[in-house]
């Protein structure tokens, strides 16, 4: 039968790949990337997922054991022909999490390096130019002279970037391209990146862990869990709506609890988690009375509790504070309210309401925020998260 995937638009690359990896670990990959100017993809999982190897395969430093990976209207691999074009002739740049840098080699001629073995047909001007544009643009012009060994963690990413763009490539994979840099570095480097891609106008596949990365440059989310893809599409809809528990977890939903759905009216649900009822929109396919909510930190809002309220409007939820835990520049707090709910507030909100552990709150959640997965969805996942809590009967 013919690969689905084969069909789509010649604007995209589309992988349908299978892997056997040691240790008995299956990769099962079929998504498809935009390749226009600038689109950025991002893959997204946990430590362990095959993010890397698909990233690998990609790049053709990895053969699949079967499947197809097109670009556009070329073929890149294809297990039932055997066909396989090279990382070389394959017109890609490279940055992996260790830089891969050559240590005896300074930063000019690492940068250079690439131009080497490929020099594309479009490429304007004399490569020496290139070269000394992008240090210029990496702000690398002064340390030109100097070796991997003494520079900076976020220097090394710099010239790692450089070194990938030098010849020109026609998509550009980044595997976790703000691993190991310190806070400053990693947010210069982050606004730094995301003016890059604007400038070069070429697609990009990035692989992070970190959901505010994602975010600040992503158009489109794959979520890779356990070797297969569990869901795809715009990334503020596969944010907003991960569509099981374990997706919802893998893209940093905090607070994961159990309910039954006890009323539906007007395209809303009532649902009961113990004594507690929130108010929820109702997807469209939902057809079971058992659900897990999924409720994101940032979408919670802390108010002090007045004296002696014991109980509250619906996701006006009354509860006492259990932990408060920095976390950059705001503050997680985490409230019981009948199953634990975590909020993330700033650090002016924390004083200006005085919440500290033991104070009672009153917490506030949109209806819309409230994302509703029916447990059939979900039911591969034995644990219901950080959040969850006995249904309601």
Known sequence: MADPLTRAPLDTMRLAIDKQMDGGFALAARFSVPTERGA??????????????????????????SGTIHWRDEVWFEGAT???????????GVVFQDEALFAHLDVRANVTFGLRYHRPA??????????????????????????????????RRRVALARALAPMPRLLLLDEPFAGL????????????????????????????DRHEAAALG?????????????????????????????????????????????RSAGLLTISIGLTHLLAVAPSALTSDRVLLAIRAEDVVLERAPAGVLSSARNRLVGRIKAVVPEGPLMRVRVDCGFALDA???????EALGLTEGVAVIAAIKTPAIH??????????????????????
């Open 40 to 65: 950025v993809t991002v893959l997204f999982g946990p430590s362990g997922a095959g993010k890397t190897t698909v990233l690998r395969c990609i790049a053709g430093l990895e053969r699949p054991d």
């Open 82 to 92: 055997g066909r396989f074009v090279p990382a070389r002739s394959r017109g890609i």
């Open 122 to 155: 479009h490429a304007a001007g004399e490569p020496g130019a290139r070269v000394e544009g992008l240090l210029a643009r990496f702000q690398l012009d002064g340390l030109a002279d100097r070796r991997p060994g003494q520079l900076s963690g976020g220097q």
């Open 182 to 209: 310190d806070t400053p570095a990693r947010a210069e480097l982050l606004a730094d990146l995301g003016a890059l891609i604007r400038e070069a106008a070429l697609p990009v596949v990035l692989i992070t862990h």
């Open 219 to 263: 158009e489109r989310m794959v979520v890779i869990i356990g070797g297969a893809v569990r869901r795809e599409g715009l990334l503020v809809d596969v944010l907003a709506r991960p569509g099981d528990a374990d997706v919802a977890r893998a893209v940093g939903v905090e607070t994961i609890v159990a309910g039954r759905v006890v009323e």
């Open 344 to 350: 993330l507030v700033t650090r002016q909100a924390i």
């Open 372 to 393: 509703v997965i029916g447990r059939s969805e979900g039911a591969g996942s034995a644990r219901e998260g950080a959040g969850s809590a006995r249904e309601g009967a």
